[in-house]
Protein backbone atom coordinates (compact mmCIF):
# COMPACT_ATOMS: atom_id res chain seq x y z
CA UNK A 1 0.00 0.00 0.00
CA UNK A 2 1.36 3.52 -1.10
CA UNK A 3 1.48 6.71 1.36
CA UNK A 4 -1.23 8.20 -1.46
CA UNK A 5 -3.62 5.36 -0.40
CA UNK A 6 -2.63 5.54 3.16
CA UNK A 7 -3.32 9.56 3.56
CA UNK A 8 -6.62 8.84 1.56
CA UNK A 9 -7.79 5.93 4.26
CA UNK A 10 -6.53 8.37 7.21
CA UNK A 11 -8.69 11.41 5.59
CA UNK A 12 -11.21 8.60 5.41
CA UNK A 13 -10.72 8.16 8.72
CA UNK A 14 -10.13 11.84 9.64
CA UNK A 15 -13.66 12.53 8.18
CA UNK A 16 -15.49 10.02 10.37
CA UNK A 17 -14.07 11.32 13.42
CA UNK A 18 -15.30 14.99 12.25
CA UNK A 19 -18.73 13.60 10.70
CA UNK A 20 -19.48 10.52 12.41
CA UNK A 21 -18.79 9.40 15.65
CA UNK A 22 -20.59 6.58 15.59
CA UNK A 23 -17.89 5.29 13.85
CA UNK A 24 -14.74 5.73 15.28
CA UNK A 25 -13.25 7.76 18.46
CA UNK A 26 -12.51 11.06 18.92
CA UNK A 27 -9.67 12.24 16.97
CA UNK A 28 -8.55 15.25 19.17
CA UNK A 29 -9.39 16.01 23.13
CA UNK A 30 -12.52 16.31 24.19
CA UNK A 31 -13.83 20.12 24.17
CA UNK A 32 -15.71 21.81 26.89
CA UNK A 33 -15.58 25.66 27.61
CA UNK A 34 -17.37 28.07 30.10
CA UNK A 35 -19.35 30.88 28.12
CA UNK A 36 -19.26 33.17 31.34
CA UNK A 37 -17.21 35.51 29.74
CA UNK A 38 -18.40 35.60 26.04
CA UNK A 39 -20.45 37.98 24.20
CA UNK A 40 -24.12 36.26 23.61
CA UNK A 41 -23.99 37.15 19.44
CA UNK A 42 -21.08 37.32 16.94
CA UNK A 43 -19.75 40.65 15.77
CA UNK A 44 -17.86 40.08 12.25
CA UNK A 45 -15.64 43.24 13.23
CA UNK A 46 -14.40 40.15 15.72
CA UNK A 47 -13.84 38.28 12.83
CA UNK A 48 -9.90 37.35 11.76
CA UNK A 49 -8.54 35.43 8.75
CA UNK A 50 -6.61 33.13 10.86
CA UNK A 51 -4.49 30.37 8.28
CA UNK A 52 -4.34 28.78 5.45
CA UNK A 53 -3.50 24.57 5.68
CA UNK A 54 -1.94 23.09 3.37
CA UNK A 55 -1.02 19.45 2.79
CA UNK A 56 2.87 18.66 3.03
CA UNK A 57 4.70 15.81 1.97
CA UNK A 58 8.04 16.21 4.23
CA UNK A 59 7.20 18.67 7.00
CA UNK A 60 11.09 18.40 7.77
CA UNK A 61 11.69 20.18 4.55
CA UNK A 62 8.40 22.46 4.64
CA UNK A 63 9.09 23.96 8.52
CA UNK A 64 12.78 24.46 7.24
CA UNK A 65 11.59 26.29 3.98
CA UNK A 66 8.72 28.36 5.89
CA UNK A 67 11.72 29.12 8.85
CA UNK A 68 14.06 30.50 6.02
CA UNK A 69 11.13 33.00 5.05
CA UNK A 70 11.15 34.20 8.57
CA UNK A 71 8.46 32.64 10.25
CA UNK A 72 8.56 31.17 13.82
CA UNK A 73 7.13 27.50 14.16
CA UNK A 74 3.92 28.56 16.81
CA UNK A 75 2.68 25.09 17.84
CA UNK A 76 2.72 21.53 16.36
CA UNK A 77 -0.60 19.60 17.11
CA UNK A 78 -0.10 15.79 16.75
CA UNK A 79 -3.09 13.71 16.18
CA UNK A 80 -1.13 9.41 16.36
CA UNK A 81 -4.68 7.82 16.24
CA UNK A 82 -5.41 9.60 12.69
CA UNK A 83 -1.39 9.48 12.15
CA UNK A 84 -1.25 12.85 11.00
CA UNK A 85 0.47 16.50 12.45
CA UNK A 86 -0.20 19.79 12.12
CA UNK A 87 2.23 22.76 12.03
CA UNK A 88 1.56 26.05 12.49
CA UNK A 89 3.44 28.80 11.42
CA UNK A 90 3.40 32.74 11.19
CA UNK A 91 5.48 35.70 11.63
CA UNK A 92 6.09 36.25 15.54
CA UNK A 93 9.29 38.87 15.62
CA UNK A 94 8.45 42.15 17.92
CA UNK A 95 7.61 44.19 14.67
CA UNK A 96 5.27 41.53 13.56
CA UNK A 97 1.36 42.22 13.21
CA UNK A 98 0.31 39.66 15.58
CA UNK A 99 3.64 39.09 17.56
CA UNK A 100 3.05 37.86 20.99
CA UNK A 101 -0.61 36.94 20.85
CA UNK A 102 -2.11 33.37 20.85
CA UNK A 103 -2.60 31.59 17.91
CA UNK A 104 -6.32 31.55 17.16
CA UNK A 105 -6.07 35.57 17.63
CA UNK A 106 -3.96 36.34 14.73
CA UNK A 107 -3.93 36.30 10.90
CA UNK A 108 -1.60 35.32 8.08
CA UNK A 109 -0.87 31.70 9.63
CA UNK A 110 -0.02 28.81 7.35
CA UNK A 111 -0.73 25.70 8.66
CA UNK A 112 0.62 22.27 7.56
CA UNK A 113 -0.76 19.24 7.48
CA UNK A 114 1.78 16.21 7.28
CA UNK A 115 -0.18 12.49 7.05
CA UNK A 116 2.67 9.97 8.13
CA UNK A 117 4.48 7.77 6.05
CA UNK A 118 4.28 10.41 2.60
CA UNK A 119 8.10 11.32 3.62
CA UNK A 120 9.21 8.04 2.57
CA UNK A 121 6.93 7.54 0.06
CA UNK A 122 8.64 8.32 -3.43
CA UNK A 123 5.68 8.49 -5.56
CA UNK A 124 3.87 10.65 -3.25
CA UNK A 125 2.83 14.06 -4.61
CA UNK A 126 0.80 16.98 -3.69
CA UNK A 127 -1.30 19.11 -6.31
CA UNK A 128 -0.23 22.60 -6.18
CA UNK A 129 -3.31 24.01 -7.54
CA UNK A 130 -1.38 25.16 -10.58
CA UNK A 131 -2.12 22.67 -13.05
CA UNK A 132 -4.78 21.59 -15.56
CA UNK A 133 -7.00 20.14 -15.03
CA UNK A 134 -6.69 20.88 -10.78
CA UNK A 135 -6.32 24.28 -10.97
CA UNK A 136 -8.59 26.38 -8.12
CA UNK A 137 -5.48 27.33 -5.04
CA UNK A 138 -3.04 29.82 -6.48
CA UNK A 139 -0.65 31.10 -3.80
CA UNK A 140 0.21 32.37 -0.80
CA UNK A 141 1.91 35.26 -0.82
CA UNK A 142 4.74 37.32 1.46
CA UNK A 143 5.74 41.16 1.57
CA UNK A 144 9.32 41.83 1.97
CA UNK A 145 11.00 45.40 2.88
CA UNK A 146 13.44 45.11 -0.49
CA UNK A 147 12.54 42.69 -3.01
CA UNK A 148 15.22 42.00 -5.03
CA UNK A 149 17.41 41.27 -1.89
CA UNK A 150 15.40 38.96 -0.77
CA UNK A 151 14.53 36.98 -3.86
CA UNK A 152 18.62 36.85 -3.99
CA UNK A 153 18.78 35.50 -0.80
CA UNK A 154 16.40 32.28 -1.37
CA UNK A 155 17.78 31.86 -4.64
CA UNK A 156 21.66 31.66 -2.97
CA UNK A 157 19.65 29.07 -0.66
CA UNK A 158 19.29 27.27 -3.30
CA UNK A 159 15.39 27.16 -3.37
CA UNK A 160 13.87 27.32 -6.78
CA UNK A 161 11.52 29.78 -8.50
CA UNK A 162 8.34 29.59 -10.91
CA UNK A 163 9.21 33.27 -11.64
CA UNK A 164 12.32 34.84 -11.14
CA UNK A 165 12.23 39.15 -10.84
CA UNK A 166 13.56 39.17 -14.29
CA UNK A 167 11.20 36.91 -16.12
CA UNK A 168 8.62 37.93 -18.33
CA UNK A 169 7.18 41.85 -18.08
CA UNK A 170 6.33 41.68 -14.34
CA UNK A 171 9.52 43.09 -12.55
CA UNK A 172 7.61 43.21 -9.47
CA UNK A 173 6.82 40.45 -8.48
CA UNK A 174 8.19 36.76 -7.77
CA UNK A 175 7.15 33.38 -7.42
CA UNK A 176 9.02 30.78 -5.09
CA UNK A 177 8.70 27.09 -4.70
CA UNK A 178 8.08 25.30 -1.77
CA UNK A 179 10.09 22.37 -0.99
CA UNK A 180 6.20 20.57 -2.37
CA UNK A 181 6.15 22.96 -5.46
CA UNK A 182 3.51 25.52 -4.17
CA UNK A 183 3.91 28.52 -5.78
CA UNK A 184 4.67 31.17 -2.92
CA UNK A 185 4.14 35.16 -4.27
CA UNK A 186 7.05 37.27 -3.27
CA UNK A 187 6.42 41.29 -3.32
CA UNK A 188 7.50 44.56 -2.08
CA UNK A 189 6.28 47.19 0.38
CA UNK A 190 8.43 50.09 -1.50
CA UNK A 191 8.57 50.51 -4.99
CA UNK A 192 11.36 48.23 -6.56
CA UNK A 193 13.06 51.39 -8.17
CA UNK A 194 13.82 51.82 -4.31
CA UNK A 195 15.41 48.95 -3.94
CA UNK A 196 17.08 48.24 -6.61
CA UNK A 197 20.91 47.70 -5.77
CA UNK A 198 19.75 46.76 -1.87
CA UNK A 199 21.78 43.42 -0.74
CA UNK A 200 20.45 43.44 2.45
CA UNK A 201 16.99 41.77 3.82
CA UNK A 202 15.14 42.22 7.08
CA UNK A 203 13.27 38.99 8.12
CA UNK A 204 11.46 40.39 10.60
CA UNK A 205 9.73 42.80 8.55
CA UNK A 206 8.29 40.12 6.40
CA UNK A 207 4.29 39.41 6.32
CA UNK A 208 2.00 36.67 4.72
CA UNK A 209 0.49 39.08 3.03
CA UNK A 210 -2.13 36.87 1.28
CA UNK A 211 -4.13 33.52 -0.10
CA UNK A 212 -4.70 33.30 -3.54
CA UNK A 213 -8.04 30.84 -4.71
CA UNK A 214 -9.20 31.07 -8.56
CA UNK A 215 -13.31 31.57 -8.23
CA UNK A 216 -15.69 31.07 -11.09
CA UNK A 217 -18.16 33.93 -10.38
CA UNK A 218 -16.65 36.63 -9.27
CA UNK A 219 -20.14 38.62 -8.27
CA UNK A 220 -21.42 35.66 -6.66
CA UNK A 221 -17.84 34.84 -4.37
CA UNK A 222 -17.75 38.64 -3.98
CA UNK A 223 -20.99 38.45 -2.03
CA UNK A 224 -20.74 35.88 -0.21
CA UNK A 225 -17.29 36.82 1.24
CA UNK A 226 -18.61 40.25 2.13
CA UNK A 227 -22.10 39.33 3.17
CA UNK A 228 -21.44 36.09 4.53
CA UNK A 229 -18.19 35.94 5.85
CA UNK A 230 -17.99 40.12 6.97
CA UNK A 231 -15.08 40.67 4.96
CA UNK A 232 -14.27 43.85 3.04
CA UNK A 233 -13.25 44.71 -0.06
CA UNK A 234 -10.09 46.81 0.17
CA UNK A 235 -8.60 46.65 -3.60
CA UNK A 236 -9.56 45.67 -6.99
CA UNK A 237 -7.37 45.12 -9.61
CA UNK A 238 -8.74 45.33 -13.56
CA UNK A 239 -6.79 43.31 -16.09
CA UNK A 240 -9.34 43.95 -18.69
CA UNK A 241 -6.95 42.97 -21.58
CA UNK A 242 -5.80 40.06 -19.88
CA UNK A 243 -9.11 39.31 -19.44
CA UNK A 244 -8.95 38.59 -15.47
CA UNK A 245 -10.23 40.45 -12.26
CA UNK A 246 -8.12 40.40 -8.48
CA UNK A 247 -10.11 41.42 -5.31
CA UNK A 248 -8.32 41.57 -2.46
CA UNK A 249 -10.76 41.32 0.81
CA UNK A 250 -9.94 40.79 4.62
CA UNK A 251 -10.52 42.21 8.05
CA UNK A 252 -10.11 45.33 9.93
CA UNK A 253 -8.72 48.53 8.86
CA UNK A 254 -9.52 48.28 4.62
CA UNK A 255 -7.71 51.46 4.19
CA UNK A 256 -4.95 50.51 5.04
CA UNK A 257 -1.55 49.90 2.61
CA UNK A 258 -2.29 46.03 1.34
CA UNK A 259 1.25 45.24 1.17
CA UNK A 260 1.43 46.15 4.59
CA UNK A 261 -1.15 43.88 5.61
CA UNK A 262 -1.37 39.98 6.89
CA UNK A 263 -4.27 37.70 6.15
CA UNK A 264 -5.72 38.26 2.97
CA UNK A 265 -7.38 37.08 0.63
CA UNK A 266 -7.30 36.91 -3.29
CA UNK A 267 -10.05 36.23 -5.27
CA UNK A 268 -8.76 35.71 -8.99
CA UNK A 269 -11.73 35.64 -11.53
CA UNK A 270 -10.94 35.07 -15.58
CA UNK A 271 -14.09 36.25 -17.55
CA UNK A 272 -16.38 34.08 -18.40
CA UNK A 273 -15.93 30.62 -16.55
CA UNK A 274 -18.70 32.05 -14.97
CA UNK A 275 -21.23 31.71 -18.15
CA UNK A 276 -19.92 27.74 -17.91
CA UNK A 277 -21.98 25.73 -16.45
CA UNK A 278 -19.65 22.50 -16.48
CA UNK A 279 -16.78 24.65 -15.42
CA UNK A 280 -15.52 24.07 -11.92
CA UNK A 281 -12.55 24.87 -9.88
CA UNK A 282 -10.45 21.99 -7.91
CA UNK A 283 -10.99 22.45 -3.98
CA UNK A 284 -7.51 20.82 -3.10
CA UNK A 285 -9.65 17.97 -0.73
CA UNK A 286 -10.65 15.97 -3.73
CA UNK A 287 -8.35 13.60 -5.12
CA UNK A 288 -5.81 14.76 -6.02
CA UNK A 289 -5.26 16.66 -3.13
CA UNK A 290 -3.18 19.50 -2.29
CA UNK A 291 -4.84 22.84 -0.57
CA UNK A 292 -7.03 21.90 2.33
CA UNK A 293 -8.88 25.33 3.33
CA UNK A 294 -8.26 29.07 4.71
CA UNK A 295 -10.24 29.47 8.33
CA UNK A 296 -11.43 32.03 10.22
CA UNK A 297 -11.20 32.45 13.71
CA UNK A 298 -14.38 34.24 15.58
CA UNK A 299 -15.34 35.67 18.86
CA UNK A 300 -18.54 33.53 19.40
CA UNK A 301 -18.70 30.16 17.64
CA UNK A 302 -21.72 28.71 18.37
CA UNK A 303 -23.45 32.50 17.91
CA UNK A 304 -21.38 32.43 14.61
CA UNK A 305 -22.35 29.30 13.42
CA UNK A 306 -26.16 30.44 14.27
CA UNK A 307 -26.04 33.38 12.06
CA UNK A 308 -23.90 31.30 9.12
CA UNK A 309 -27.19 28.67 9.36
CA UNK A 310 -29.67 31.77 9.24
CA UNK A 311 -27.80 32.95 6.10
CA UNK A 312 -28.67 29.72 4.81
CA UNK A 313 -24.78 28.95 4.08
CA UNK A 314 -23.73 25.48 2.54
CA UNK A 315 -21.86 23.29 5.12
CA UNK A 316 -18.74 20.45 5.06
CA UNK A 317 -19.94 19.68 8.48
CA UNK A 318 -21.88 21.68 11.36
CA UNK A 319 -20.53 22.40 14.61
CA UNK A 320 -23.07 19.94 15.77
CA UNK A 321 -21.53 17.27 14.07
CA UNK A 322 -19.72 14.31 15.02
CA UNK A 323 -17.84 14.68 18.24
CA UNK A 324 -16.08 17.57 17.45
CA UNK A 325 -17.98 20.48 18.79
CA UNK A 326 -15.48 23.35 18.30
CA UNK A 327 -14.62 23.36 14.58
CA UNK A 328 -17.25 23.67 11.67
CA UNK A 329 -16.75 24.12 8.05
CA UNK A 330 -18.16 26.36 5.76
CA UNK A 331 -18.41 25.82 1.78
CA UNK A 332 -18.07 28.94 -0.28
CA UNK A 333 -19.51 29.45 -3.66
CA UNK A 334 -16.45 27.25 -5.35
CA UNK A 335 -16.69 24.20 -2.81
CA UNK A 336 -13.11 25.44 -0.94
CA UNK A 337 -13.89 24.70 2.90
CA UNK A 338 -13.72 27.07 5.28
CA UNK A 339 -13.05 26.73 8.27
CA UNK A 340 -14.32 28.36 11.92
CA UNK A 341 -12.45 28.43 15.37
CA UNK A 342 -12.88 30.18 18.34
CA UNK A 343 -10.62 32.91 19.08
CA UNK A 344 -9.31 31.91 22.85
CA UNK A 345 -9.25 35.49 23.48
CA UNK A 346 -12.78 35.81 24.03
CA UNK A 347 -13.31 32.43 26.28
CA UNK A 348 -9.76 32.53 28.08
CA UNK A 349 -9.74 28.88 27.45
CA UNK A 350 -7.73 26.69 25.04
CA UNK A 351 -9.14 24.94 22.19
CA UNK A 352 -7.02 21.94 21.93
Known amino acids: MNSTTRAAQRLKLFSSAL ?4 KTTLVRPAFTRSFANMAATTDVQNYK ?13 SVKFYEFLGMSLLKKLSFPEA ?13 AVSAGANLWDREGLIELTHNYGTESDPNYKINNGNVEPHRGFGHTCISVDNLQAACQRLEDAGYKFQKKLSDG ?18 IGRK ?6 GVKETDLKTYRMNHTMLRVKDGEKSLKFYQE ?3 MKLVRTHEAKEAGFNLYFLGYGDEKQNTADREGLLELTWN ?13 GNDQPQGFGHICVSVDNIEAACERLEGLKVNWKKRLTDGRMKNVAFVLDPDNYWIELVQNERFTGQANF
Open 83 to 95: KFDLYFLGYDAPG
Open 228 to 230: VMG
Open 169 to 186: RMKHIAFALDPDGYWVEI
Open 49 to 61: FNHSMIRVKDPKE
Open 271 to 283: YGTEKDENFSYHN
Open 19 to 22: FNHK
Open 191 to 196: PVEETE
